[in-house]
């Protein structure tokens, strides 16, 4: 049997808008599919909530693919390693303290973790905007990055959702629309962006975690983005916090979608 384009054409586009319809009302929308969106992607999957991520590059898993400076290999310290080996990434121990994965395998196995478990994920999707009422964030505005890099002017679409997580690392892409949208409203010390110190690897792997939190109204902060909400420094290619990071605001989201 020959193949068709037309037919090749109609699956694409039937599937891709099947997924689509089905995201556009949520319980989670991650804006940001590098490590700490997957893992909270996963882990919120897992747990039967329908979560979907949105990336703006074409390719998922954020800086983890370079390691550093594309070495392609990252380091995570004991804690973040039990995050590692419940997905089945292999971890080397370096020195005590120490560990080393592959970041090939570790942003591939990831990701197909987060989609095998139920996590919808499209790329190549930027964040316009938000929806906003009067207490809190209500879902998102999206169109394509194409759009965006091209300043064509082509009006979005919108969904829905109950919280949102801003994965965006360096960019914090959500907090700042937040921000500029109602000034002195967030959950920092100064109600604004405090922006990412420099490198300082030991702690921004202790702030990563701790300023992993809810920062508006239905909005949390993960990853680097966190610390760049927060004020706290970059850690460089150290990826341990970044992974706990994910953990903890899917348990953070659980428990207050369960209240």
Known sequence: MGLDERIITRAIVDRYFHKLKAAIDLD??????????LVAGMLLAEAGTRVALFERKLSVGGGMWGGGMLFNEIVVQEE????????GITAQLYQEGYYTADAVEAVSTLTSRCVKAGARIFNGVSIEDVLMR??????LVLNWSAVEMAGLHVDPLAVRCRVV??????????VKVVERKVPGSLLTPSGKREG??????????????????EVYPGL??????????????RMGPVFGG?????RKVARLILEQ???
């Open 28 to 37: 989670v929308a991650i804006v940001g599919a590098g490590p700490s969106g």
């Open 80 to 87: 973040a390693k039990a995050v590692l080996d419940r997905v």
């Open 134 to 139: 009067p207490e809190r964030i209500m879902g």
């Open 165 to 174: 997580v801003d994965a965006t690392g360096h960019d914090t892409e959500v």
């Open 196 to 213: 990412e110190r420099s490198m300082w690897a030991e702690e921004a792997e202790r702030l990563t975690l701790e300023n992993t939190r």
């Open 220 to 233: 949390y902060v993960a990853g680097m983005a966190a610390n760049a909400t927060f004020g706290g420094p």
């Open 242 to 246: 970044m992974l706990l990071s994910g």
């Open 257 to 259: 979608l369960k209240s």
